[in-house]
C-alpha cells in the first residue's frame, strides 16, 4: 500500500506571495491532518479534514487554510507569506473516525521563504 | 505554553545497552500518547502508543511507561542499534481527536 504522498518536496517562494501544497492520504485513510515543523517550535498543528470538514484547527492566523477533496486528497494555503512561514510542512493521515490512532505521516513539503 | 517537554535535546548510548527517553506533561486532559521517529528528510515514523488507562506497553525492543501522577512517560529501547539514530518525539492528544501535541524532540545517537 503506498504512503502518504505530499508535493511538491521542496518550493521557494518570496514575501508576498502565495502557495498551495498537496497531500494524498493513504488509501482509505479519511482524516488528513497538517502540521508545520520549524526548529523553534518543533511540530504545531495546523488543522484537521475529515470527510471535506475541518474537524480541528490549531492556532494559526487566518492566512493558512486547508481543504479536502471527496477522494480525500487535502491542500493547504497560505497566503502573503512572511519569512517566518519557512518550514516543513508534514501531512499525516489516519483510518481511524476518532482519533486514539496513529498517524501515518508523509516526507513533508519544504517551503522556503525570501 | 508547551503542553509536552522532552527536556533533553540529545543523547548518545552505547550500542547494546539501554536508551531512555524521556517526555513530560502538562495537560492532564491527555488521554493518549505517542512515541514517534524521525530521520533527516523524512516525515516522523509511529513508534508505540500508550492509553492512559495502561502504565506500560510493550512492542518488541521499544517499551512505554506511563506514571499519570507525575505526568510522566519514557521510552526504553533495549537493545539499542545503530539504526535507532534518529529524533524521537513524544506526542499527546485527548479526546480521541486527530490533534497531536508534540514534544521538542530528542536526538538519539547510538554509539557503535
Known amino acids: 500500500k503506498a504512503g502518504v504522498t505530499q508535493t511538491p518536496r521542496y518550493l521557494i517562494k518570496t514575501r508576498g506571495q502565495q502557495v498551495t501544497l498537496s497531500c494524498s492520504p493513504i488509501?482509505?485513510?479519511?482524516?488528513v491532518s497538517w502540521y508545520q515543523q520549524t526548529p523553534g517550535q518543533g511540530l504545531q498543528f495546523l488543522f484537521e479534514y475529515f470527510s471535506e470538514t475541518q474537524r480541528n484547527k490549531g492556532n494559526f492566523p487566518g492566512r493558512f487554510s486547508g481543504r479536502q477533496f471527496s477522494n480525500s486528497r487535502s491542500e493547504m494555503n497560505v497566503s502573503t507569506l512572511e519569512l517566518g512561514d519557512s518550514a516543513l510542512y508534514l501531512c499525516?493521515?489516519?483510518?481511524?473516525?476518532?482519533?486514539?490512532?496513529?498517524?501515518?505521516f508523509g516526507p513533508g513539503t519544504r517551503l522556503t521563504v525570501l | 505554553d508547551q503542553q509536552v517537554k522532552q527536556n533533553s535535546p540529545s543523547l548518545s548510548v552505547q550500542e547494546g545497552r539501554i536508551s531512555i527517553l524521556n517526555c513530560d506533561y502538562t495537560n492532564s486532559m491527555f488521554d493518549y500518547f505517542l512515541w514517534y521517529k524521525k530521520y533527516p528528510a523524512e516525515g516522523p515514523t509511529f513508534l508505540i502508543s500508550i492509553s492512559s488507562i495502561k502504565d506500560k506497553n510493550e512492542d518488541g525492543r521499544f517499551t512505554v511507561f506511563l506514571n499519570k501522577s507525575a505526568k510522566h512517560l519514557s521510552l526504553h529501547i533495549v537493545p539499542s542499534q545503530p539504526g535507532d539514530s534518529a529524533v524521537y518525539f513524544c506526542a499527546a492528544n485527548s479526546g480521541g481527536n486527530e490533534k497531536l501535541t508534540f514534544g521538542t524532540g530528542t536526538r538519539l545517537t547510538i554509539i557503535p
Open positions: 499525516a493521515s489516519s483510518l481511524l473516525q476518532r482519533g486514539a490512532g496513529e498517524q501515518f
Open positions: 488509501s482509505g485513510h479519511r482524516s
